[in-house]
């Protein structure tokens, strides 16, 4: 009986040890998402803006450039998938890499081949393990990723577009992130960023009913699209990548207070185990001793007799 009491007491001291891990993760979790959620705040107003005026010179010119322009006949699409460096985050990066899968399986029964682009260590073993093909992988900043990270995974993808497709281009661009609504809800969509359906975006920037102010473009139109709407990709990217963090905090403070919550029942469970064990070892003591007394009395009656 001794023995069981001591693996419950060292069974205690390893869930209490992993409680106070996973405590600190939680909170470690909740800071970083507060700092996540100010920078998506501060973003959206530049990305509002930008957004504004990639619509007004859509609209405002007959302009047919590439990035703006559907191909007729698309064969070839990218697929960015934005995941994270690091796991305990619950189904973060599962769902995110479902919604990637779920994209790239419809792109490809449309008839187009699909290049694959990946953001996170997470995401680039889930498929490297599976041995598909990863054109281009980014990792080391999805915790705290700054603009010129957002410029450095852009920078591929808008070569991989201004291509023909004879050149190993793409006709269109997906991305797949996961989009922070609040703390409790975190959601994996895909947006096709390019070509632009100036609808869609005139839409997302609040834009739809207002009247565009009119423009005259120096040198040309098409300059003013090749400047402004690599900087939409990037801003786009830049929000995702923001969203994400944002999204993977929440999720790994979510995670981390559910363990330390399992943690915190598991010891109670334990710690009544073991108080159950120490009762019947002192139960079992006691019985031996009134035992013995009693045989010591009886053989001391014997001998009187």
């Known amino acids: 009986m001794g023995a069981q ?23 470690i979790a909740a800071s970083r998402v507060v700092k996540a959620q100010r920078k998506v705040a501060a973003s959206t107003p530049y990305a509002r803006e930008l957004t504004r005026a990639v619509t007004a010179v859509g609209t405002g010119s007959n302009t047919k450039h590439p990035l703006t322009t559907e191909a007729e006949n698309p064969a070839r699409a990218a697929v960015l998938l934005i995941s994270s ?15 990637a899968e779920q994209l790239t399986e ?36 999805t915790d705290e990723p700054s603009y010129a990270d957002a410029k450095q995974v852009a920078a591929p993808l808008i070569e991989a577009i201004e291509k023909d497709t004879a050149d190993g281009g793409v006709d269109e661009l997906h991305i797949v992130y996961t989009e922070f609504i609040s703390m409790m809800t975190q959601t994996a969509v895909d947006s096709r960023l390019l070509p632009l359906s100036l609808e869609d975006v005139a839409e997302e920037s609040g834009a739809k009913d207002e009247i565009l102010p009119l423009y005259d473009f120096e040198p040309s139109a098409e300059d003013v699209l090749d400047a402004l709407l690599p900087r939409y990709v990037e801003s786009r990217i830049y929000n995702a990548l923001l969203q994400s ?9 979510r995670a981390m207070k559910s363990a330390t919550d399992n943690a915190g029942e598991l010891i109670n469970t334990l710690s009544r185990l073991a108080n159950a064990a120490r009762q019947a070892e002192i139960t079992q003591e006691i019985s031996e001793i009134v035992g013995g007394a009693s045989a010591l009395a009886d053989a001391n009656a014997g001998s009187d007799n």
Do not use: C, P, W
């Open 106 to 141: 419809r792109l490809e029964r449309e008839g187009r081949q699909v290049d694959t682009y990946i953001v996170g260590r997470r995401g680039l073993a889930h498929y490297n393990f599976r041995e598909r093909k990863v054109v281009e992988s980014f990792a080391g900043f």
């Open 245 to 253: 963090a944002a999204s993977k905090h929440a999720a790994t403070r």
């Open 5 to 27: 009491l001591r693996v419950y007491k060292r069974r205690i001291r390893s869930v209490t040890a992993t409680k106070k891990i996973t405590k600190a993760m939680e909170m």
């Open 85 to 99: 460096d690091r796991g305990l985050a619950g189904a973060f990066n599962s769902n995110a890499i479902r919604a």
